[in-house]
C-alpha cells in the first residue's frame, strides 16, 4: 500500500514564506508531484520531481529526497490568492498517483 | 470543448439508483482517471483507463464500473448507488502513463449526495 503523510493545516501572513512537508512510503516511485486547489475548483498542477534536489518554479520551489522518501513545497512572497489546499501525490511503480490528504494553507494580511 | 469537461455538476440522487457520470476530453490524452475526494482522505483513485479499450482498478473499485469505448470518453456507473458513494468525483486525463512529468489534468468535479 501506500503511505504519504503531510500537515492538515498551515497559517502564514502575507508576504511569508511556507514550507509544506510531504513524507511517502510507496511500492515503487516514479515521480513526485505537487497540486492546488482551491474550495470548490478542480486540482492543478504545481511541480514535479523525480531527481534528487530542487526545482524553482517562480515563487514555487519543490525539494525531494528520494532515499529519505522526503519532499517539501516551498511557497515564498505569500499572496492571498495562494491559500488553497496543496496535495502531495505519488506516482508509483504501476505509473498511478497516490495522494496525501492535503495541506490547507490560510494567507493572512 | 476546451480540456476536460464533467457532467453533471452536481446530483442528488436516491439510494439503489442508477447513475453515469460523464467525463469527456478533448486533448487526446492516453490515459484517463477516476476519483473520489472525501474531507480527510484525500483523492483516491476509482478506475483508471491507460488507452482506449482497456480499464483497470483502483484503489476503491468496488461499486462503480467504467468502460473506455473511445479516446474521448470515460463514464463511471454506480449501478445502485449507496449512502458512503456520496462524495465529490473527478475525472482526470494524462498522456502516456510514465513518461516525463504528464502531469494529470483534471475536470471540474461532480458534486454528488446519495440518499
Known amino acids: 500500500g501506500q503511505n504519504i503523510d503531510q500537515p492538515t493545516e498551515m497559517t502564514a501572513t502575507e508576504g511569508a514564506i511556507v514550507q509544506i512537508n510531504c513524507t511517502y512510503q510507496?511500492?515503487?516511485?516514479?515521480?513526485l508531484f505537487w497540486y492546488q486547489q482551491h474550495a470548490g475548483e478542480a486540482p492543478t498542477f504545481l511541480s514535479y520531481n523525480v531527481l534528487d534536489g530542487l526545482e524553482e518554479k517562480g515563487r514555487f520551489s519543490s525539494f525531494l529526497s528520494r532515499s529519505k522518501g522526503y519532499s517539501y513545497l516551498l511557497l515564498k512572497e505569500l499572496q492571498m490568492k495562494d491559500s488553497a489546499s496543496y496535495l502531495c501525490a505519488v506516482r508509483d511503480g504501476d505509473y498511478k498517483l497516490s495522494f496525501g490528504a492535503g495541506t490547507t494553507v490560510t494567507v493572512r494580511a | 470543448i476546451a480540456g476536460i469537461t464533467q457532467a453533471p455538476t452536481s446530483q442528488i440522487l436516491a439510494a439503489g439508483r442508477r447513475m453515469t457520470l460523464r467525463c469527456t476530453q478533448d486533448?487526446?490524452?492516453?490515459?484517463m482517471y477516476w476519483y473520489r475526494q472525501d474531507l480527510g482522505l484525500g483523492l483516491r483513485l476509482i478506475h483508471y483507463s491507460n488507452t482506449a479499450g482497456t480499464t483497470g482498478k483502483g484503489e476503491v473499485p468496488d461499486g462503480y464500473s467504467v468502460s473506455r469505448a473511445n479516446t474521448d470518453d470515460f463514464p463511471l456507473t454506480l449501478a445502485s448507488a449507496v449512502p458512503s458513494q456520496t462524495s465529490v468525483y473527478f475525472c482526470?486525463?494524462?498522456?502516456?502513463?510514465?513518461?516525463?512529468?504528464?502531469?494529470?489534468?483534471f475536470g471540474p468535479g461532480t458534486r454528488l449526495t446519495v440518499l
Open positions: 510507496t511500492s515503487g516511485f516514479n515521480g
Open positions: 486533448m487526446r490524452h492516453n490515459a
Open positions: 482526470a486525463s494524462s498522456d502516456e502513463p510514465g513518461q516525463g512529468s504528464n502531469e494529470q489534468f
